[in-house]
């Protein structure tokens, strides 16, 4: 049976985590220097475009579809059977093209998140050539495996109550593997960027914040216990997370800084995704208090002395973060929070902090591996970085004719 209030808080949901697209935009355009801004505005824009039309038409499918093999199948491709009724597999309270929409909007920011790793450099035709790759090979399938009816994965007992695998796990190391191949950004050395827009960090920061909620707490498709408690257990989380991170700063630095606390905040909401539905509020204050830590030293320590240019820390953050999270949830997820779930090792079952550990490991090897070989053939056939000269002008006049400010004499 269809429940108009559960109903009402999925579709509320979908077009917050939409909105997190746009805040992602705000938040990486921020960091990068003066002439690149809108080319990333312009690559998330497009991306929200491109793959709304890849799921309607087949991305869906291939994600959701029942079936055992490599993803979906093509059943229901061009929404073939994903009507206004309920499809019990999956959330029997709400129309399946509800659910669908939902998904949707995990599907558009997953590869937007990967532009962190290779923002100032990448061509926008091949951007877009490789995203829509990367969604079908890479993200439709590890979507199937974790979520999806059939999925090998899900069949495991792998828990990522909202994406820590499939999003963040996924993105991030997608991410460092384009950072590597594509190279580092031109005189970097000599002329390191700084952010050149804070107010456009904080401001794109706070939106993640406020679309996380949906993110979260709509993934119990339901007005009901469980998104009460991902909505509490997420703004906790980011909340210690945030604190954590401008202490480290303040400790090491001298001083705490806007970009570090947004930072530990996004942070923060990365590691509780996958815990969300499944562990309380002290559990996710140590997530958040601890993924800080592991992320700082991502950024501030491993990076520097690797010397590799994921531009914006999809890496540092959204990777670590997202291992953390999703280990994490092996260590502290309860029946007693979420009864369709399962213990963790702190609740006596350490079986389940073996299998959070087989799908983090699947993820790596997998999305690693695919992503190298889709950037290869871009790269091939198309090119995928601008020429030096295209980059030292910047993306937003080589690639579209655009300035983002312009100064009236």
Known sequence: MINAGDTAWVLISSALVLLMTPGLAFFYGGMVRRKNVLSVLMQCFIIMCVLSLQWVLYGYSLSFAPGEGFWG???WAGLNGVGLAPYAGYAPTIPHQAFMMFQA???????????GAFAERMKFSSLVVFTILWATFVYDPLCHWVWG????????????FAGGTVVHINAGIAALVTALVIGRRKNLDSNPPVPHNMPFVVLGAALLWFGWFGFNAGSALGANGIAVNAFVVTNTAAAAAGLSWALLEWMNNGKPTAFGTASGAVAGLVAITPAAG??????????????????????SVIKPRLGYDASLDAFGVHCVGGLWGALATGLFAS???????????????????????????????????????????????????????????????????????????
């Open 278 to 299: 499944f562990v309380s509020v002290i559990p996710a204050i140590i997530i958040g208090l601890l993924v800080s830590a592991f992320c700082f030293f991502a950024v």
């Open 149 to 160: 009816v059939g999925g090998w994965l899900r069949n495991l007992g792998a828990l990522d």
């Open 105 to 115: 909007m995990f599907a558009i920011i997953t590869p937007a998140l990967i532009i």
């Open 73 to 75: 199948g093509f059943s």
């Open 335 to 409: 029946k007693a929070v979420n009864p369709a779930g399962a213990d963790g090792l702190f609740f006596g079952n350490p079986k389940q902090f073996l299998v959070q550990l087989t799908a983090v490991a699947v993820t790596l090897l997998y999305t690693s591996l695919a992503t190298l070989v889709i950037y290869k053939l871009v790269d091939l056939f198309m090119g995928v970085r601008v020429s030096e000269k295209e980059e030292l002008m910047g993306l937003d006049l080589t690639q579209h004719r655009e300035r983002a400010y312009t100064v009236l004499e």
